[in-house]
């Protein structure tokens, strides 16, 4: 195999210096003395990137994707292991690195294509295709600094594709673009990797790598843990994802179940409008002769989850008390997305499918969705327990939240169950 690039059981440290000290004493005693920490930000990299191969790069914030391209740019150095690269490479890293903010566009054309090796001549010839590319039209005469960051990236990238690269490194900046100059971006992409061209792109657009990549690796904590075809790897990532947002959201619960919310929790609790019971009494209504006491949401195992992806099984288990003797419950349960829109509810009563006529004590009833078919998003439960001729007993809006993820792309607040068929 001939390979562009070859990432030899690479690791990259870096050094942070603090003159934070901990105590008192510790200042005094080291006064002066900054404290050096070492942390090591990529582990043992090994990736071969054929010729011709276009590779998403992927991993959560952090995770060391930046700086992998900058070694890869060489414009940062391993501190072990080895880097081959063949090929002219152009990459087009954080925004705005490598402009000048008080030079014009055209300008900030001639410095940058410069330094990805076009001479004056190259870049005179090519002046014309790269500022009709950018679509910047008079800005392309105005001083960079007033460029908005969409506009910065149009010029970085129509720069670092007109240098006619064997290999193009792109970090997330694709993102700042409008939608419509972004599919141009994607077309001239998929354009040099149509001409034998080495791809790497970091996106946080897991679509953007199925319809650019052959192949995606995903970093995490500096170390890579998958390595395959986009659709697996991103399948991968997003189940760990998924799981690591779950286990905040549980988190979540518990820490507001034990009444011991923190500031931070709070935080993330207000966002997400999870709340247990207690803090939702402006929502509750109700003489409680029945009473709901918790409620929570769990897998067809009956685990606890917080975090569904669409088409997941979901059970919404509704823990009740019967403080007054009664006849004729109805159970109801209501969803809403965050923005209100109330998308679907029911109650017992309604569906006609369970006998709760005479309950007693305590148990709890379960709301049973074979497939949840919501879309991404959050959602806010209401659960309600009233008699049949709709004496409220016990009413409680949008007081439970949940979470759906998926790694469709279709639009909107459900998935219709659907299917294609070309005829005739
Ligand atoms: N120049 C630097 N000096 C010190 N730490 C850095 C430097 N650049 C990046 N880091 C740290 O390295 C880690 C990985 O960063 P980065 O490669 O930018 O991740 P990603 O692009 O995946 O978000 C982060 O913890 C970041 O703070
Ligand atoms: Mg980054």
């Known amino acids: 195999m001939s390979y562009s690039i070859k990432v030899d059981n690479v690791s990259k440290k870096f050094r942070h210096y603090t003159d934070k000290q901990s105590t008192l004493k510790d200042r005094v005693l080291n006064f002066g003395k900054q404290v050096i920490k070492e942390d090591w930000i990529l582990r043992d990299i090994n990736l071969e990137i054929a010729e011709g191969q276009a590779v998403g ?4 914030n952090g995770s060391g994707k ?48 410069s330094i990805l090796g076009l001479s004056k001549k190259e870049i005179d010839a090519k002046l014309k295709e790269i500022i009709s590319f950018s679509e910047l039209g008079e800005y392309i005469n105005q001083p960079v600094r007033i460029y908005s960051s969409g506009m910065y990236m149009r010029l970085a990238f129509s720069v670092a594709i007109s240098v006619d690269p064997d290999i193009l490194l792109i970090d ?4 700042v673009g409008d939608s419509a100059f972004q ?57 760990f994802l998924s799981g690591e947002e779950n286990k905040r959201l ?21 966002t997400l409008e999870t709340s247990n019971v207690e803090s939702f009494k402006d929502t509750r209504f109700g003489n409680k002769k029945v009473e709901i006491v918790d409620v929570w949401f769990s897998d067809n195992q009956d685990e606890l989850k917080k975090n569904f992806n669409t088409g997941e099984s979901m059970n919404i288990n509704i823990k009740y008390r019967v403080n007054h003797k009664t006849d004729s419950i109805v159970f109801g349960v209501g969803f809403n997305t965050s923005d209100n829109i109330y998308c679907y509810g029911t109650n017992t009563h309604i569906d006609r499918s369970i006998n709760i006529n005479d309950l007693q004590g305590e148990g709890t009833l379960q709301f049973k969705i074979d497939r949840l078919l919501f879309l991404p998003g959050v959602y806010k439960l209401d659960v309600a327990v009233h008699h049949e001729n709709g004496e409220p007993y016990d009413y409680l809006t949008h007081a439970y939240s949940f979470q759906v993820s998926s790694d469709i792309n279709d639009v909107g607040v459900v998935r219709l169950e659907h299917s294609w068929e070309l005829k005739g």
Request: hydrophobic share 40%.
């Open 57 to 60: 790069l992927v991993g959560r």
């Open 66 to 113: 930046s700086t992998l391209l900058k070694i890869m740019t060489k414009i940062l150095f391993p501190d072990k292991g080895m880097l081959d690269v063949f090929g002219r490479v152009s990459s087009l890293l954080e925004l705005g690195a490598g402009f000048h903010p008080e030079f014009t566009g055209i300008e900030n054309i001639y410095m940058n294509a």
């Open 172 to 175: 997330e900046v694709l993102a």
């Open 183 to 239: 599919n141009k971006c994607i077309e001239k992409i998929k354009e040099l990797k149509g001409k034998g061209k080495t791809i790497v792109i970091v996106t946080h657009d897991n679509s953007m790598v199925e319809k650019i990549c052959d192949r995606a690796v995903w970093l995490h904590n500096g170390k890579i843990t998958a390595d395959g075809s986009p659709r697996d790897v991103i399948m991968e990532y997003m189940s």
């Open 250 to 270: 549980i988190a979540v619960q518990e820490v507001d179940n034990s009444n011991a919310t923190t500031v931070e929790t709070k935080q993330i609790t207000e």
